[in-house]
């Protein structure tokens, strides 16, 4: 079964506003987490690790204040896209390490967001 | 972060074996060699993950020569099904040891598989 669960696996909101994703550990204590963003035929680009309390760890290019991740326990992390635009438009995917040093990630199944 | 290479696309034929190569020159000594499968509107799974020489498992096999910097993920016996994008990564993802580094996704390979 799934051990990662992320949470909506769609969403369309209004330029301006802001949305909440959330990516589930569902079996393992994940002290980092991964967050991901794809867009139509490209490859997936990592954005941010997310550290289990602390700050997380933001790739060149990605706005933190944008992209606002809480990771407040061991099995959440959440991804917000604050005051989004179209251009935010895109299939943002988590991942977990799971277990030892060469353990593979295991993925959640994307979040579709569609800003209009 | 070791960078990969891949085709950008291939196509096959039901039934037959389907060989995909990655490079991957500045590979370093403690990464690992890990493909994932990605379908359209859905995250990345787990193929297969290596260091050296062959491993197999229930649906794919990976041949790593010595030298490493190369790899090669082989599908027997591909279906329509197995039509998706196959990404090589090279690292070690788990970066709770205090070691090991970020994985980085290069463009994948799509593959095409037709009747």
């Known amino acids: 079964g799934a051990v990662v669960s992320q949470h909506p696996s769609w969403v369309i909101c209004k330029s301006g506003t802001s949305v909440k994703i959330e990516c589930r550990s569902l079996d393992f204590q994940a002290t980092t987490m991964f967050w991901y963003r794809q867009f139509p035929k490209q490859s997936l680009m990592l954005m941010a690790t997310?550290?289990?309390?602390?700050?997380?760890?933001?790739e060149q290019g990605v706005e933190k204040d944008k992209f606002l991740i809480n990771h407040a326990s061991l099995t959440l992390s959440t991804l917000t896209v604050t005051s989004a635009h179209p251009e935010d438009s895109s299939f943002y995917i988590c991942?977990?390490?799971?277990?030892?040093?060469?353990?593979?990630?295991?993925f959640g199944n994307g979040t579709r967001l569609t800003v209009t | 972060l070791a960078k990969t290479t891949q085709p950008i696309s291939m196509d096959s034929y039901e039934g037959q074996e389907v060989n995909i190569t990655c490079s991957h020159n500045n590979i370093a000594t403690n990464d690992y060699i890990t493909w994932y499968q990605q379908f359209p509107s859905q995250g990345p799974r787990f193929i297969i993950q290596?260091?050296?020489t062959k491993v197999t498992n229930e649906v794919a096999s990976l041949f790593i020569p010595a030298d490493r910097k190369s790899s090669t993920l082989s599908l027997p016996r591909v279906s329509l099904s197995d039509t998706a994008v196959y990404y090589c990564l090279v690292g070690a993802p788990n970066i709770l040891t205090g070691g090991g580094n970020k994985l980085t996704f290069g463009t994948g390979t799509q593959l095409k598989v037709e009747l």
């Open positions: 991942s977990v390490p799971l277990g030892s040093y060469n353990s593979p990630l295991h």
């Open positions: 290596g260091y050296k």
């Open positions: 997310s550290n289990e309390g602390s700050k997380a760890t933001y």
